[in-house]
T-cell receptor, first 116, second 116 residues
Framework: DARVTQTPRHKVTEMGQEVTMRCQPI?????VFWYRQTMMQGLELLAY????????DSGMPKDRFSAEMPDATLATLKIQPSEPRDSAVYFC??????????????FGPGTRLTVL | AQSVAQPEDQVNVAEGNPLTVKCTYS??????LFWYVQYPNRGLQFLLK????DNLVKGSYGFEAEFNKSQTSFHLKKPSALVSDSALYFC??????????????WGLGTSLAVNP
């Protein structure tokens, strides 16, 4: 049963610390999305990769957030330095894109981040 | 501007009764529409999508949705609700300004509570 995995599932840290979240997309998928979910803002797209290349990070605060795909099996989202307002659930999703097709995204279980 | 609206924050329905979760959209061109469900402490799961073709789309877990172009709506329905359907439901539409990217615009979600 293929699924997206995310680590850690929970993270509590102090303001100013670096936070790294990891995602393993489903094998064979060529797109990866990072989302942030909060009660106030709902689901926000932070970054979007296709074939490991970043296509859209317009929703990501550039001064403290960074997203990378060092290889096809790993996507990372880093926050440095973290702030209390970054507290949220961060989801990774993967999918398979082909021209003229618009397929669903498969979501991981999320990382619940609390910044004190 | 493109947008998706889920006018009800919460929907309550008795088990066995039909349920409807509403979604309206505002996009230029042909909309690509999606419904996802989020169970507590889980990532989102794809339910169904409308790209083209029959206005009535059938999806997972007995759900269906009807695309209504004149009313710019894509309401999610199920003939007989189950307690296990209690979850958060998200409507989304393709961001037509994203070009070839698979970026979605998400609604804020509707919490469905099915009472035994």
């Amino acid at each position: 049963d293929a699924r997206v995995t995310q680590t850690p599932r929970h993270k509590v840290t102090e303001m100013g610390q670096e936070v790294t979240m990891r995602c393993q997309p489903i094998l064979g998928h060529n797109t990866v999305f990072w989302y942030r979910q909060t009660m106030m803002q709902g689901l926000e797209l932070l970054a979007y990769f296709r074939n490991r290349a970043p296509l859209d990070d317009s929703g990501m605060p550039k001064d403290r957030f960074s997203a990378e795909m060092p290889d096809a099996t790993l996507a990372t989202l880093k926050i440095q330095p973290s702030e209390p307002r970054d507290s949220a659930v961060y989801f990774c999703a993967s999918g398979f894109e082909r021209t003229q097709e618009y397929n669903e995204q498969f979501f991981g279980p999320g990382t619940r981040l609390t910044v004190l | 501007a493109q947008s998706v609206a889920q006018p009800e924050d919460q929907v309550n329905v008795a088990e066995g009764n039909p349920l409807t979760v509403k979604c309206t959209y505002s996009v230029s061109g042909n909309p690509y529409l999606f419904w996802y469900v989020q169970y507590p402490n889980r990532g989102l799961q794809f339910l169904l999508k409308y790209i083209t073709g029959d206005n009535l789309v059938k999806g997972s877990y007995g759900f269906e949705a009807e695309f209504n172009k004149s009313q710019t709506s894509f309401h999610l329905k199920k003939p007989s609700a189950l307690v296990s359907d209690s979850a958060l439901y998200f409507c989304a539409v393709r961001d037509i300004n994203a070009g070839n990217n698979r970026k979605l615009i998400w609604g804020l979600g509707t919490s469905l509570a099915v009472n035994p």
